[in-house]
C-alpha cells in the first residue's frame, strides 16, 4: 500500500485511535502496525474475526486480557539463564492466570466463536508456573518459607540468632551499670549491625565498636564487644537466606526459560485477542457495521474494471459523529468515475477522504461508519492526490507538487486501483488546467480505473455528462443561508453560485451586471438550466416526500379500518357463538324433558303420538345450532378479492385454511387452532364459498428417524425490544428452532432500530442458524430495519 496514501487519507491516525483500546503493550504494537491487506480472503477473515468480538462483547461485555503484560522480555532474559525478580515473576503468573480464564470463556462458547476459540488455543494451561510461583512467591513478591525446606530451616535459625542478639542487647541496655551512659534505653541499627546510643562523654567506659555518631557529636552508636559474635551469627545466617532465596528465583526462573516459546506464543495470542476485543470496541463507539467485501465483477460494458463502491450513510470516522453528515456514495453498475464539483468548504474533500479512509478500514479489518448492506472491493491499491504539495526546499509550486503526485499514480494504477484526486489540474492557467484535468480524467477512464475527482472546471462537468462510465456528482449549497450542506448528489453536477452569492453579500449591482454580460451566453444558458434542474429536483423530492408520507398514512388508515372490521366480526361470531352454545344448552335441557317425559307416559301406558311434534321440532332446531357461526364473506380485499371465511391452501407449507384477517400485503389463514400470516402471493384459492373450520392435520415432519408430528406453531412473530443481547439471542434461538419445527415459511423478529447494536447481533446469529436460509429487512408497515424477516430453511 502507498504510504504517501495513508499518510494523505490520515490512516495513521485511526491506528492512534484504535491503540487508545489496547489492554497492554503487546496489543498496542499490533496497532500501531496493522495494514490494510490486498488480499480479499484475508480481508473477510479479519472483518469476521472483529464481528465475532463485537458478537462477544455484546453478550458479556466484561470479556478483557485482565491483568496480563507483555512478558517477552522476561522471558528472554530467563532464557539467557538471568534470575528474576519476585515481581517480574508475579507478572508472568498474572499473565497466565488471565489466559487461562480467556481459554476457559472459549472452551466453554468456542462453536459460537470459532475465528476467535483457534486464537484462544495457545492459551491452554498446563505448564504448571502458575502454581509453582504461587507455592514459593507470595502477592506481597516475597519468597515464602515453603519455597523449600532449606530456605525454612535457615529462616528458623535467623529467627532464633535474631532473638538470641536482641535478648543480650535488652539486658545490656537495662543494666544498671550502663543505663545511665546511654542517650536512650533503646536498641536500634546501624551498617547492617544492631548498636545501642552511648553518650560522648563515655566513651571507652563500655567495651564496644563504635559505627556511627549523631549529627552533634553528642551520641556515639556503639556494638557492645559482648555482642559481636551475636550480630556476626544472625549476619552470616541473613547471607545464608538470600542465596537460598536467589536459589529459589533461580529455579523458577529457569523454569520459565524452558517454557519460553510455549509463553511467547501466550503472549503473542493474547495480543491478537485484545487487538479484536480493541477493533469490537472502536466499532461500537463508532456505530459501525462489517461492510460486505466482494470480488471484482468481470465482464462489465464500457471497460468497466467490475469495482464496486456502495456506502449508504457514509460518515468520516475522524469527524465528530454529532456534526457530520452522512453521504450515500454510490456507484451503479455502469458507472466507475465520478467527477465531484460544488462550492469551496462544501465536502468535497472530506468526501474523498471518507471513501479512501473507509476502504483503508474495511481492507484492514476495521468495521465502518455506514448504514447495513454497504459494500466494497478489496483495492490492491490505493492512491489520493489531496492537499497542497507546495516545498520551497524543493522548488515546487503547488501545482508542480499535485503534477508529481500524478506521474507517480499514473506509472503505477492498474484496473484493480482506487485513485482520489482533490482539484484536479488546479494551480495554474484555468484553461490550460482544464485540459490537462480532462486528459487525465480521459487517461484513467480509458484504462479501466476506478476513480474519483474533485473539481471546479466546468469542461469537466461535460466530459463526465457525456463519457461511458462516468457520471457527475455534487455537494449541494443553501443559497438562503449562503452555506453548504455537505449533501452529495449523485447525478447532478454543481452550480457555479458565484455571481448569486456575491449579490447576496452585497456586492453592487452594476459590477454583478458587468459580470453577467461578460460571461458567454452558452454558459449563462447551461448555468440556468441547471439550475432550473436542481429546482426541479428539489421540487420532485418535497413532492416525493409528501406522497409518500400519504400513501404511509392511507396504508395506515387502511389498516385500522381492516383491523376494526376483523374486530367488529370477531366480536359478531363470539355474540352468535356465545347464543349458539346457550341454545344449544336449553334444547338438551328440552330433550331431557321430553325423554323424561317419554318414561313417564309408557310407564302409565299413555299414548306417545303427542311427544313426536315437539321431538322433530327439537330435531330441527338441534341441527341449526349444530353448525359453527360462519365468517362474513362480503368484505374482500381489494387487490386480490380474496374473502374473510374463504378456504385457501398456503403453498410453502402445504395446508388449507380459512381467511380469517387480511392487509394490504399480508393474509391472515387460520390452519386448524394455529393462526398463521403470510404473503399474498403464498395464497392459493380453493374454493369461494365460506367454510367451517376443521382442525386440519398438517403434514408429518421426521426428525432423528422418528416420524413425529408436526410441532405447534411458535407465532409469526416475537418482540425482543428492551432485552439484553445475551437473553435475546436465547429467545431468538428457541424461536426459530420451534418456527422449523412447525414447518413455518417465514417469521419476523421484532428488535427496533436504536443503536443497531443488538440488529447486529441476531442477524450474525441468523447468518449462522442452520434452520435460517436468508433474511432480510421488514417491509416499511412491518417496522422497516426495527423488524428483520427470516426465512426458515424447508424440510
Known amino acids: 500500500m502507498d504510504e504517501k496514501t495513508l499518510n494523505i487519507l490520515e490512516y495513521p491516525k485511526i491506528l492512534s485511535r484504535l491503540a487508545a483500546y489496547a489492554s497492554f503493550s503487546a496489543s498496542q504494537e499490533l496497532a500501531g502496525s496493522l495494514k490494510p491487506t490486498r488480499s480479499l480472503e484475508e480481508a473477510r477473515r479479519r472483518q469476521a474475526v472483529t464481528s465475532e468480538a463485537a458478537r462477544l462483547l455484546s453478550v458479556n461485555d466484561t470479556v478483557s486480557i485482565g491483568g496480563a503484560v507483555d512478558i517477552r522480555p522476561l522471558v528472554s532474559l530467563a532464557r539467557r539463564g538471568g534470575v528474576l525478580t519476585p515481581g517480574e515473576l508475579l507478572n508472568i503468573k498474572g499473565t497466565l492466570v488471565s489466559a487461562r480464564e480467556l481459554y476457559r470463556v472459549f472452551d466453554h462458547a468456542g462453536d459460537d ?29 516475597e519468597v515464602m518459607d515453603q519455597a523449600s525446606d532449606k530456605l525454612a530451616g535457615i529462616r528458623r535459625e535467623v529467627k532464633a540468632a535474631h532473638e538470641k542478639l536482641l535478648s543480650k542487647l535488652d539486658r545490656i541496655v537495662n543494666d544498671s551499670h550502663i543505663a545511665p551512659m546511654l542517650q536512650e ?5 546501624r551498617n547492617g549491625r544492631y548498636v545501642i546510643p552511648l553518650r560522648a562523654d563515655y566513651k571507652g567506659r563500655v567495651k564496644a565498636i563504635i559505627h556511627d555518631q549523631s549529627a552533634s557529636g553528642a551520641t556515639l552508636f556503639v556494638e557492645p564487644l559482648a555482642t559481636v559474635e551475636l550480630n556476626n551469627q544472625w549476619q552470616e545466617m541473613i547471607l545464608q ?9 533461580l529455579e523458577l526462573s529457569s523454569q520459565v526459560g524452558a517454557n519460553a ?12 485477542l485484545d487487538f479484536a476485543f480493541m477493533c469490537a470496541r472502536y466499532a461500537q463507539d ?6 460486505e467485501l466482494i470480488m471484482f465483477e468481470q465482464g462489465r460494458p464500457d471497460n468497466h474494471p467490475g469495482s464496486t463502491i456502495r456506502l449508504y450513510q457514509a460518515r468520516h470516522p475522524l469527524l465528530d459523529p454529532a456534526a457530520v453528515v452522512p453521504v450515500d456514495l454510490v456507484l451503479d453498475d455502469k458507472t466507475f468515475a465520478l467527477v465531484l464539483t460544488g462550492p469551496n468548504t462544501g465536502g468535497k474533500t472530506v468526501t474523498l477522504k471518507t471513501l479512501g479512509l473507509l476502504v483503508l478500514m474495511a481492507q484492514s479489518g476495521l468495521h465502518i461508519p455506514v448504514r447495513s448492506g454497504s459494500a466494497l472491493n478489496v483495492f490492491p491499491k490505493i492512491f489520493a492526490d489531496i492537499g497542497d504539495e507546495q516545498s520551497i526546499e524543493q522548488s515546487l509550486s503547488t501545482f508542480s507538487g499535485h503534477i508529481r503526485n500524478i506521474v507517480h499514480i499514473l506509472k503505477r494504477a492498474d484496473r484493480a486501483s482506487l485513485v482520489l484526486l482533490d482539484e484536479l489540474g488546479a494551480g495554474t492557467d484555468p484553461q490550460e488546467g482544464a485540459s490537462l484535468a480532462r486528459a487525465i480524467l480521459s487517461n484513467l477512464i480509458q484504462r479501466g480505473i476506478t476513480c474519483l475527482v474533485a473539481t471546479h472546471y466546468p469542461e469537466l462537468k461535460t466530459y463526465a455528462h457525456s463519457t461511458p462510465g462516468a457520471i457527475n456528482g455534487s455537494m449541494e449549497f443553501d443559497l438562503k443561508s449562503l452555506r453548504p450542506t455537505y449533501r452529495l448528489n449523485i447525478g447532478l453536477p454543481g452550480r457555479s453560485n458565484a455571481l448569486l452569492i456575491a449579490e447576496k453579500i452585497g456586492l453592487p449591482a452594476s459590477i454583478i451586471e458587468d459580470a453577467r454580460s461578460s460571461t458567454s451566453p452558452e454558459d449563462m444558458r447551461a448555468e440556468d438550466l441547471l439550475d432550473e434542474i436542481h429546482n426541479q429536483r428539489d421540487m420532485a423530492r418535497i413532492d416525493r416526500a409528501a406522497a409518500e408520507n400519504e400513501r404511509i398514512e392511507a396504508e395506515k388508515i387502511k389498516k385500522e379500518l381492516a383491523d376494526r372490521l376483523a374486530t367488529i366480526e370477531d366480536e359478531r361470531r363470539d355474540v352468535l357463538e356465545k347464543a349458539r352454545v346457550e341454545a344449544e344448552k336449553r334444547i338438551s335441557d328440552l330433550e331431557n324433558e321430553l325423554s323424561s317425559l317419554r ?20 330435531s330441527e332446531l338441534r341441527e341449526k345450532t349444530i353448525k359453527p357461526v360462519e365468517r362474513k364473506s362480503e368484505m374482500t380485499l381489494p387487490k386480490t378479492g380474496l374473502r374473510l371465511g374463504e378456504r385457501v391452501r398456503i403453498r410453502s407449507l402445504g395446508l388449507d385454511g380459512v381467511i380469517c384477517g387480511v392487509s394490504s400485503e399480508d393474509v391472515e389463514v387460520q390452519v386448524g387452532s394455529m393462526r398463521l400470516r403470510t404473503r399474498q402471493d403464498e395464497i392459493e384459492r380453493r374454493s369461494s364459498a365460506p367454510v367451517v373450520e376443521k382442525p386440519v392435520e398438517p403434514p408429518s415432519r421426521s426428525f432423528s428417524g422418528t416420524g413425529s408430528t408436526m410441532a405447534p406453531s411458535p407465532g409469526m412473530e416475537i418482540d425482543l425490544r428492551g432485552q439484553r443481547a445475551e437473553d435475546a439471542l436465547i429467545a431468538m434461538e428457541r424461536y426459530i428452532e420451534s418456527a422449523y419445527l412447525a414447518g413455518m415459511p ?4 421484532i428488535h427496533g432500530k436504536g443503536t443497531g447494536k443488538l440488529r447486529q447481533v441476531l442477524r450474525d446469529a441468523l447468518r449462522a442458524s442452520p434452520h ?12 422497516g430495519e426495527g423488524v428483520t424477516v427470516a426465512h426458515i430453511q424447508a424440510d
Open 113 to 141: 466463536y470459532p475465528r476467535l476459540s483457534a486464537m484462544a488455543e495457545p492459551l491452554s494451561p498446563g505448564l504448571g508456573l502458575v502454581d509453582a510461583i504461587s507455592r514459593c512467591i507470595s502477592e506481597r513478591g
Open 185 to 189: 534505653g533503646i536498641v536500634t541499627q
Open 241 to 249: 537466606e538470600q542465596e537460598e532465596e536467589r536459589r529459589v528465583l
Open 261 to 272: 516459546e510455549a509463553l511467547t506464543h501466550i503472549v503473542e495470542s493474547l495480543a491478537e
Open 286 to 291: 463508532l456505530r459501525a457495521v462489517e461492510p
Open 599 to 618: 318414561k313417564e307416559l309408557t310407564k302409565a301406558r299413555q299414548p306417545l303420538q303427542a311427544l313426536e311434534k315437539p321431538r322433530e321440532s327439537l
Open 746 to 749: 417465514f417469521v419476523r423478529i
Open 772 to 783: 435460517v436460509t436468508r433474511w432480510e429487512d421488514g417491509l416499511r408497515n412491518e417496522g
